[in-house]
């Protein structure tokens, strides 16, 4: 009789964990998930403000030489060799100059995928031309780095600005349905060399 009631009792044990089980788990899972989430996400925007800082100091080495004749200029950076280890990349006309800054925001942003806009914005930095701030894009706040003519509107001692945006995707599914995607954006400004 007492094995009896010993087997009773652990069989009543065994499922009373497999209720623990099922009531735990889905809340386990979802915290672990979520963590994954929380670790992409701060990965995402740190990925995306070294993207725009890397975009802005490409434009401002750059901004300056757009269309700049001579000996001392290169068409692309591919064309910096050791014959020629100083020459300035001078972008031909300011749709170049936007494709370079583009390039070098993708090429920090591979692990991402692709990127939502890309702005940008050449200002004097003073009281009449200030840099553009917070969710600037070319029409509302920033110019493009060209006047209304499409001529590139930068020089040496300016400052460029180049504002990202970005749509993150949530991993878990659960936490997808709750929140859909989440729009990020970052930002940097620099002085053209």
Not at 25 to 31: G, Q, T
Not at 183 to 190: N, Q, V, W
């Amino acid at each position: 009789m007492r094995r009896l009631l010993r087997r009773l009792r652990h069989q009543d044990q065994d499922g009373t964990t497999l209720v623990e089980l099922a009531v735990v788990l889905p809340i386990f899972m979802l915290v672990l998930f979520g963590l994954f989430d929380a670790g992409k996400f701060v990965y995402t925007n740190t990925a995306l403000s070294q993207a725009a800082r890397e975009g802005a100091r490409l434009a401002a080495a750059e901004a300056a030489w757009i269309s700049v004749p001579g000996d001392a200029c290169v068409g692309d950076a591919s064309a910096v060799t050791a014959a020629r280890p100083g020459a300035h990349v001078c972008p031909p006309d300011i749709m170049s100059f936007k494709s370079n800054v583009s390039d070098a925001v993708e090429r920090m942003t591979v692990t991402l995928g692709p990127i939502t806009d890309l702005y940008l914005s050449c200002n004097a930095g003073d009281v009449d031309d200030p840099a553009p701030l917070g969710d600037w894009t070319e029409s509302l706040g920033g110019n493009g780095c060209q006047d209304a003519g499409g001529s590139a509107i930068s020089s040496t001692g300016d400052l460029v600005s180049v504002r990202l945006e970005y749509t993150y995707q949530l991993f878990t599914p659960i936490l997808s349905s709750f929140l859909g995607s989440v729009p990020l954006s970052s930002s940097a400004t620099m002085i053209i060399n």
